[in-house]
């Protein structure tokens, strides 16, 4: 980014997803990727050698306490990474962490809690909204063409991961409202600036993954805005077909982003109206990318972001009180970091394509 120093940046893990959220952007964004260490040492010198990171640690602990790490980018298991995020900021480091940054809205409020004593940011993983896909979205609905908004829905639907995958994991805080209805949820809790305020939850619906206990394959989360609006944020991690929607309807029409958290394989916002129906193309850069320099920008400037520790409270308040009312428990808490060779990072949790 032009006219900022680059942003240098601590690795925890070599997760499959590191390469789309972090290592493709850095090329762009000229962020330095100062250090990596993994569960196993050799894979995280082969991860350093070819996406160009200039150190190697031993453990998480060191990326961390690295002098020369400003910020860490934190995508390991969803169960650890409160404890991580919590290591980091006790650190004085800046924290970039997939989401959802938790694995319940106790652990969010007491990351949030330590980010407040801190001038760090702390920056949750929702790529999706830094694409010009959502903000145009939502210059459409202030403009009125779809009139009054009645209604939005958001479905992350996937065929399943292997039987084996993490995100199958109780003791990992897996389950489909964690990798995927994460987004349904965030997606709507956009729009309460502008609808009256957060919405709440009326009800919601889910199955269990067969031999998976406590485990969510599908949920769907009925809400209600302040001013009226209802919302349906829904997940399957287990479809027969894959479908990333958002949708606004209104009392003139609707419009959706076809393919809302991969913008760089479908940019196409979809707009319906008694005056006929159209299709816009925002661009295919990765929102990954635009992500990145939001992070940086958060930093360089001390302006949060609109992902902060207080926003990803929010979000696991909804997705802890949609596993209650399905009868599921929320996802179990973990007091501190593990050792780091104790755990698989090469899960691939927010990419959900």
């Keep these: 980014m032009t006219g900022q120093e680059p942003l240098r940046l601590g690795l925890l893990g070599a997760a499959r997803i590191t390469d789309l959220a972090v290592i493709k952007p850095a090329r762009v964004t000229g962020t330095r990727l100062v250090a990596v260490a993994a569960r196993d040492p050799s894979r995280a010198a082969a991860f350093a050698d070819a996406h160009g990171v200039e150190k190697v640690h031993e453990s998480y602990l060191d990326v961390i306490n690295d002098p020369d790490v400003e910020a860490v980018y934190n995508p390991l298991a969803n169960s650890i990474h409160a404890p991580w995020n919590k290591a980091a900021l006790d650190a004085g480091k800046h924290v970039f962490t997939e989401k959802p940054s938790a694995s319940n809205a106790a652990e969010a409020e007491d990351v949030a809690a330590l980010a407040r004593t801190t001038d760090r940011q702390f920056f949750e993983g929702f790529h999706y909204l830094w694409h010009p896909l959502v903000a145009r979205l939502h210059e459409i609905l202030a403009g009125g063409e779809l009139g009054e908004l009645r209604h939005i829905e958001t479905v992350m639907d996937m065929p399943a991961p292997a ?170 808490s973990r007091s501190s970091p593990s050792d780091p060779h104790t755990h698989s990072d090469t899960r691939s949790w927010s990419d959900p394509r």
């Design 163 to 332: 039987a084996t995958d993490p995100r199958w994991s109780l003791d990992l805080s897996g389950g489909a409202l964690m990798d995927l209805g994460c987004y349904s949820l965030h997606s709507l809790r956009l729009l309460a600036p502008t609808l009256g305020g957060e919405p709440t939850l009326v009800s919601a619906t889910g199955g269990e993954r067969p031999g998976h206990p406590g485990i969510d394959e599908w949920l769907t989360a009925e809400l209600e805005f302040p001013n009226g609006v209802t919302g349906t944020a829904g997940c399957n991690m287990a479809s027969d077909h894959h479908q990333m929607s958002h949708r606004l309807i209104g009392t003139k029409g609707e419009a959706t982003i076809v393919d809302f958290v991969n913008p760089h394989d479908d940019d196409r916002l979809v707009v319906t109206t008694a005056a006929g129906r159209r299709t816009e193309h925002l661009g295919r850069r990765s929102s990954y990318t635009y992500q990145l320099e939001a992070f940086t920008s958060a930093v360089r400037t001390g302006v949060p972001a609109r992902t902060d520790a207080d926003d990803a409270v929010l979000t696991m308040r909804l997705i802890d009180q949609c596993y209650e009312a399905v009868g599921l428990a929320p996802r179990p």
